[in-house]
């Protein structure tokens, strides 16, 4: 079990509000140990897989994309994080005629474009598009001071706000409540003053459950749900919809909340390889805190992606509060991960995976370096712990509400893993976790 005693030893991230996405776990943007002439080019093995994955995110799939017209004017936040860059990017991918207006951190307009068509090139944006964003589309602003940009006049023609900025911090970072709850509040605040405003998507994580929840988690019992919360940004989101639903009450809003994203059915860990490292350890490591058989919610981002514009752009919604996820019926267990590993490495020569507790995992830290390649040992003793307390809580999170809205089932982790490690098996480990550390 995770404890906040526990996680204050774990190294503080940056607070990059709009750079990162929101989901608890949720991919960061890649860093500069990222070889991007290698991960930009090569053919995949695991192209079967992907096929196969993408079948459930085939044109059409999500019915209510096809619903956005030039009338619609998206607001959309966090662009230059995973999951708020996924977002643009299939928007400009559907060729939609939505009108724009991506907020980025930046110090001016041509800096903020500039960030925003960085960010989308990792999800290979062909470049006429990219062509298509000016800086009419950029909103040069940041949740720690709403007033700096709250008398934009654009700011008044939105019809849709997709909230997908915030500080993820795993530690205690100084800003994640002025940010997460008290900034996010006054930029709603200012977002009702929209007359024409039809949907306020504000994305926040599934994992507010707790440390103790029940083994399939509900939406409307997940604030209740007793136990501690994992880390203080979970704490932050689940205040930050608890005033958002009193402060928004009346209109239309609702709450999104992705479960684990890692990888890309189509790019792999192309965008980012946040996440997908604690996959790669536990399958180093040959153990896991989970039983075998115990399961892990986990989808792709651009499935995600869709889905958080299929909720945004549903001309009625049955509900406040919804799950992106994978649910108990599309969720893979620990021991089908570890075939897909065995499948895409072609190498079962490391013993049979087992299950075990954090302890045994980290009386192994002199063979670290043996394991995992270079490292640092303190690092990864961090890291071990947080990836057991996860998969230890072995939760899945109902998706039925989404199924309802007319979504397709997302694709198995277990399904697409072999293109995510595809595209990073050169990368180390160590190297890779530190996207979701620094």
């Given amino acids: 079990?995770?404890?906040?005693?526990?996680?204050?030893?774990?190294?503080?991230?940056?607070?990059?509000?709009?750079?990162?996405?929101?989901?608890?776990?949720?991919?960061?943007?890649?860093?500069?140990?990222?070889?991007?002439?290698?991960?930009?080019?090569?053919?995949?093995?695991?192209?079967e897989q992907v096929r196969t994955a993408r079948g459930n995110l085939s044109a059409g799939a999500f019915p209510n994309l096809g619903a956005i017209t030039s009338?619609?004017?998206?607001?959309?936040?966090?662009?230059?994080?995973?999951?708020?860059?996924?977002?643009?990017a299939e928007l400009l991918a559907s060729h939609s005629t939505a009108k724009l207006l991506l907020m980025v951190r930046a110090g001016s307009v041509a800096e903020g474009l500039q960030r925003v068509r960085r960010s989308l090139e990792r999800f290979e944006v062909p470049a006429a598009l990219l062509d298509k964003l000016g800086p009419a589309n950029i909103l040069c602003g940041d949740l720690a001071n709403v007033a700096a940009f709250a008398e934009d006049t654009r700011l008044d023609a939105v019809t849709h706000v997709i909230n997908s900025a915030g500080v993820t911090s795993f530690g205690k970072d100084p800003n994640v409540w002025s940010v997460n709850v008290d900034g996010t509040l006054a930029f709603a605040r200012r977002l009702k003053q929209a007359k024409g405003l039809k949907r306020f998507t504000h994305i926040s994580t599934a994992m507010i459950c707790g440390d103790r929840p029940p083994s399939v988690v509900e939406e409307d019992v997940s604030l209740s749900i007793n136990g501690q919360h994992l880390v203080p940004y979970t704490e932050s989101k689940a205040e930050a919809e608890r005033r958002l639903t009193v402060e928004m009450a009346g209109l239309p809003f609702v709450i999104v909340r992705p479960t684990i994203i890692a990888g890309h059915t189509r790019l792999g860990c192309r965008p980012s390889g946040s996440i997908f490292w604690a996959f790669r350890m536990g399958h180093a490591l040959r153990m896991t805190t989970s039983p075998l058989n115990g399961m892990i919610d986990v989808v792709p981002v651009d499935y995600a992606a869709r889905a958080v514009l299929h909720l945004?752009?549903?001309?009625?919604?049955?509900?406040?509060?919804?799950?992106?996820?994978?649910?108990?019926?599309?969720?893979?267990?620990?021991?089908?991960?570890?075939?897909?590993?065995?499948?895409?490495?072609g190498d079962s020569s490391g013993g049979e995976l087992r299950s075990t507790s954090i302890e045994e995992a980290l009386s192994r830290k002199a063979s670290f370096q043996d394991i995992f390649g270079h490292c640092n040992r303190r690092f990864m003793q961090v890291a071990i712990r947080l990836y057991g307390g996860f998969a230890g809580l072995n939760a899945t999170f109902d998706n039925s509400r989404l199924l309802q809205e007319g979504a397709p089932p997302p694709p198995k982790f277990s399904d697409y893993l072999g293109v995510c490690l595809e595209t990073c098996k050169e990368v180390n480990i160590y190297a890779q976790a530190m996207i979701d550390f620094v």
């Fill in 1 to 47: 079990m995770i404890t906040q005693t526990l996680l204050k030893k774990a190294t503080v991230g940056r607070a990059l509000n709009g750079n990162r996405s929101t989901s608890m776990l949720a991919a960061r943007a890649p860093r500069p140990w990222m070889d991007e002439r290698r991960e930009n080019g090569g053919a995949v093995n695991g192209v």
């Fill in 71 to 88: 009338s619609d004017f998206f607001l959309i936040t966090g662009v230059t994080g995973f999951l708020g860059g996924t977002v643009v």
């Fill in 312 to 345: 945004a752009a549903a001309r009625k919604l049955e509900h406040s509060i919804y799950h992106v996820g994978s649910g108990p019926s599309h969720s893979s267990t620990f021991a089908e991960i570890d075939a897909a590993f065995v499948k895409a490495t």
